[in-house]
């Protein structure tokens, strides 16, 4: 079983629409969650960080934590050409020491 | 200089070779990372240093060899490579160790893409 998991994609949106990407991971005792995005040839950038539960806004970005569930969201609102990239989720380790990254979705607005 | 930097960007080299990737962070950060990026595959996390000294070596072959002389300064030596190794190598410093709060919010470099013939 992967640690972190997430839908490869392409998921395609049309400019203007929401963008939903989900991201589930195995370590429970998880405390630390990151959104980074990569776009084509360049490096990760970190976008989100979310460390309880519930919702975290901002700007057209935000993420969704559910560590009963095990499972942490992000969506993009009013998706531009610009947002299309690689999407990656990152989830630390329950002993704090370690982050892993799930293998990302890749997402394409289109205009 | 700000951010993350690393060198070279490119890197071309055979089997029998012996090279070494530099990464220097300007953000004050006192952890350092090496990750591995290949093709259709999740990052892997290599080495962490935090404060120069390493705290992870993630069951990283010999052939690679890292080195960190002070908190801001990062080199990954190469040697007898094997073609599979061929990837984009990334740097990244956080404030703060890997896994916690601030730990995990990275700064990645540009990377530097490894080719081995």
């Known amino acids: 079983q992967k640690e972190v998991e997430q839908n490869s994609g392409p998921l395609s949106v049309p400019e203007g629409a929401i963008a939903s990407l989900n991201c589930t991971y195995s370590d429970r005792g998880s405390q630390s969650f990151f959104w980074y995005r990569q776009y084509s040839g360049k490096s990760p950038e970190l976008i989100m960080s979310?460390?309880?539960?519930g919702d975290k806004e901002d700007g057209r970005f935000t993420a969704q934590l559910n560590k009963a569930s095990q499972y942490v969201s992000l969506l993009i609102r009013d998706s531009q050409p610009s947002d299309s990239a690689t999407y990656l989720c990152a989830v630390s380790s329950a002993a704090g020491n370690k982050l892993t990254f799930g293998g990302g979705t890749r997402v394409l607005v289109k205009p | 200089e700000t951010g993350v930097t690393q060198t070279p960007r490119h890197l071309v080299m055979g089997m029998t070779n012996k090279k070494s990737l530099k990464c220097e962070q300007h953000l004050g950060h006192n952890a350092m990372y090496w990750y591995k990026q290949s093709a259709k595959k999740p990052l892997e996390l290599m080495f962490v240093y935090n404060f120069k000294e390493q705290t992870e070596n993630n069951s990283v072959p010999s052939r690679f060899s890292p080195e960190c002389p002070n908190s801001s300064h990062l080199f990954l030596h190469l040697h007898t490579l094997q073609p599979e190794d061929s990837a984009l190598y990334l740097c990244a410093s956080s404030q703060g160790r890997s896994g916690r709060a601030r730990g995990g919010e990275l700064f990645f470099g540009e990377g530097s893409r490894l080719t081995v013939l």
């Open positions: 979310i460390y309880s539960n």
